[in-house]
């Protein structure tokens, strides 16, 4: 927890940082008060579960003062001023207002072993434990019809307010119908629509669920796809990697709890506040990278001193992820930190463009990037337009703004 809490702050602090900090006291205000107003709103709706957030901690051992070193980072995370710590508190502790359900598809259930495998309870999994789950088939009990009509019971009482979360890819190709879900046979992208009809927004999880992962690979036998390419006109939020990491799948529904819209997105519907940020700009051997030293060969003397790994593969100069910064296992490691390059698991098609073990200038494919001394911005990893997508928690006070200006002027 430590280690993660001293990363973000340091990136919160950094030139890298993308709080925009030119935007003034009042335009903080406004946006202060849309938040206080939708915490307020959410305060006045039941609990879906009857979990207590302070007797969680509690029993789990942990104090207010580890949960108030959690939201800071949290809120840094997010890209706010320290001013919206007490309301990123408040948000984590409404998380029982916030039906989820969980749908698996074309997967190996990474995601949601990354959720339950930790080293011991932690800020991350309280919160997430406060979130009613309301139906994932490798967590309940009931199995068969029973978790059928669970589900379904779920999408009924909770219509139009749950939160869609989808781990795996859809085959949408010839291979469709070798994938069924349930005792009904449903196939998976029949499924999925149905389900995700009435949700409120649907998370894609990992990289399948995102952009088709490994089921998408070459030759992609079943015509795997991800979220984006079934759901349309319904927000769609990517979190990808492979596994995703349970700091950014918090960070979205705390977001969603704090201001009731999606976060601010790229144009491949990532969440900027975590993937606005190319790996190489944030990595721990970026010295090396600029000094020309490199790891030539695995065990050699540059593997013994950390030199960059790029000349054996690294793709963290294409690559967009905070995983750098978060990293996993509650902050001790990550890939390049165990001396293994990034292979781009947070990018499309990763698995045919990234994951071998030698540099793009060598691959005979171009680099999306197109360089890696540009920026996230420079690569037209711009926001997404507002075409059925709530565009992130900076819009949303711009629009009230907005609307008050044309009313002065009325």
Known sequence: ???????????????????????????????????????????????VNRLDFESLLSDEGQDRRDFMKWV?????????????????????ELMNRLPVIWLELQDCAGNSEALLRSDGPKIDEIVLDIISLEFHESLMAPAGHQAEKQLEDAMEHFKGNYLLFVEGSIPVGVGREWCTIGASGENFLDHLNRVAEDAAAVVAVGACATFGGIPAAAPNPTGAVGVMDVIKGKPVINIPACPANPANMVGVVLHYALTGQVPELDSLLRPKFAFGYRIHDNCERRAHFDAGEYVEEWGDEGAKNNFCLYKMGCKGPMTFNNCSIIRYNEGVNWPIGVGRGCIGCAEPDFWDKYAYERPMANANIKAPTGGVEKTVDQFGLGLLTAAGIGIGIHAVASAVAGKKEEGGEG
């Open 1 to 47: 927890m430590a280690e993660r809490i001293d990363g973000v702050r340091k990136l919160f602090t950094s030139k890298s940082a993308r709080v925009d900090t030119n935007r003034g006291d009042l335009y903080y205000q406004q946006l202060f008060d849309t938040c206080r107003t939708r915490l307020d709103a959410l305060r006045e709706q039941p609990a």
């Open 72 to 92: 800071s980072a949290v809120t840094a995370m997010l890209m706010l001023p320290p001013m919206f710590t007490p309301l990123v508190a408040e948000a984590a």
